[in-house]
């Protein structure tokens, strides 16, 4: 199946919607101008504008999809996608048709800022939000200061504002809301120096953040991410019968630094290491069942797949023909999808064998099962090539390149 849609036009918009984030405690000030107007800097500055992004891949530009798949909680119909420079997309009938969601979204001149993580609602699929990296910088302003951060949306993505009150990093590489606590949000945000000209060199920290308030305000909580070095790859809310949050800390200058696997069962408000953390590691990508208790994690060096039962006790080494990425069906923790070097491979014993599913050049960035119905799952792939299985995962379709077929 082939999607089409026409480009927005460029220029500006008449009016853009009020959505998460704005002023600390309140709704931006939109009228203030392109560099703020409330106390964090997240007045719509050029959001109010639409430009078309990169019309094909660039040296700035890889077309990657990182962790940008997300699925509505109630309807495996409507799934969204971040791309690397171009807003996000989604398509509200499974795939056959796309629409270019960007209106908000800061850019500078070589498009938007990479989309690198997208979370929705449990309970209110309409409020979106996404995690968003430029170079690490300040959280305020725009390009050369920064175009990133977090981005909420409140009408499915239609419309977005920037929501980095009560951080000093805009560079924002996960997202996740816990899904008892419904107010809780927990976003990871990415330590490093700026490689922008004027603060090139300067070091931003990273760390966990906690919202309570629909991202209007950012609070940090676990350990400290004042390491030169620290990732907060993936942060994910498990979907169990208690609040349960997992997160790796990766420091990507030092590996022997990596603090390992953390876990939150009050909604993200505090943090403590697993029994065994695997600190020190190159855990790259991870999943988890729904209960919690099976863990897959990726390790980057060596190449190899780890698995633990009893929820992070212990750990076992896999034989797989693939590693990254890695993804858990919620409704059976024996289905397990990899991407290797031949395609999408596929478990269903607890990857003790494995299945070659789909047969790819491109490699996969990111799986996404259907919360509400698990036989549904979404691949993309670098190069926007979006795949969708209904028999989760034994066999695909290929539904559009976005990049031929939306994106220029």
Do not use: K
Request: hydrophobic content about 40%; glycine content about 12%.
């Amino acid at each position: 199946m082939r999607a089409s849609l026409s480009h927005l036009t460029r220029g500006l918009i008449s009016s853009v919607a009020v959505t998460l984030g704005g002023a600390c405690g309140g709704a931006a000030d939109d009228s203030a101008g392109p560099n703020g107007g409330d106390s964090c800097g997240n007045a719509l500055g050029n959001g109010a504008q639409v430009i078309a992004g990169p019309a094909a891949p660039t040296v700035l530009d890889n077309d990657q999809v990182f962790r940008s798949l997300a699925v509505h909680p109630s309807n495996p119909e409507v799934v969204y996608l971040g791309t690397e420079r171009n807003g996000v997309v989604r398509s509200m009938d499974g795939g056959r048709t796309w629409t270019r969601l960007r209106n908000g979204m800061r850019h500078a001149e070589f498009g938007y800022p990479e989309v690198w993580d997208l979370a929705l609602s449990p309970t209110n699929p309409a409020r979106a939000l996404a995690a968003t990296v430029d170079s690490p910088g300040p959280a305020t302003g725009d390009y050369p200061s920064s175009i990133a951060g977090v981005y909420g949306s409140v009408d499915g993505g239609a419309t977005w504002s920037r929501a980095n009150c009560g951080l000093t990093n805009s560079s924002i590489g996960s997202v996740a809301f816990d899904r008892l606590n419904r107010s809780a949000l927990v976003i990871g945000v990415s330590a490093g120096r700026a490689t922008f000209s004027a603060l090139a060199g300067q070091f931003f920290a990273g760390g966990l953040f906690r919202s309570t308030d629909d991202a209007r305000s950012w609070t940090p909580v676990g350990p400290s991410g004042a390491e030169r070095g620290s990732h907060w790859q993936i942060v994910t809310g498990i979907s169990s019968a208690v609040s349960f949050m997992l997160t790796y800390s990766l420091d990507l200058e030092v590996q022997a630094q990596s603090r390992g696997f953390l876990r939150s069962q009050d909604a993200g408000a505090t943090w403590v290491a697993l029994p065994n953390a695997l600190a020190g590691r190159y855990i790259a990508e991870f999943d988890a069942s729904s209960d919690g208790r099976v863990i897959y994690a990726s390790e980057r060096t060596p190449f190899r797949l780890l698995r633990s039962t009893d929820s992070g006790v212990s750990w076992q080494t896999l034989t797989a023909p693939g590693t990254e990425p890695v993804a858990v069906s919620p409704a059976d923790a024996q289905v397990v999808l990899v991407h290797g070097s031949q395609g999408v491979f596929r478990s269903v014993n607890g990857a003790t064998s494995w299945r070659l599913v789909l047969p790819i050049a491109r490699r996969v960035d990111d799986f996404e099962f259907a919360p509400s119905d698990p036989r549904v799952v979404y691949a993309a792939t670098r190069g926007y090539d979006v795949y969708r299985s209904d028999d989760a995962g034994d066999t695909w379709r290929l539904l559009v390149n976005l990049r031929q077929d939306i994106l220029r």
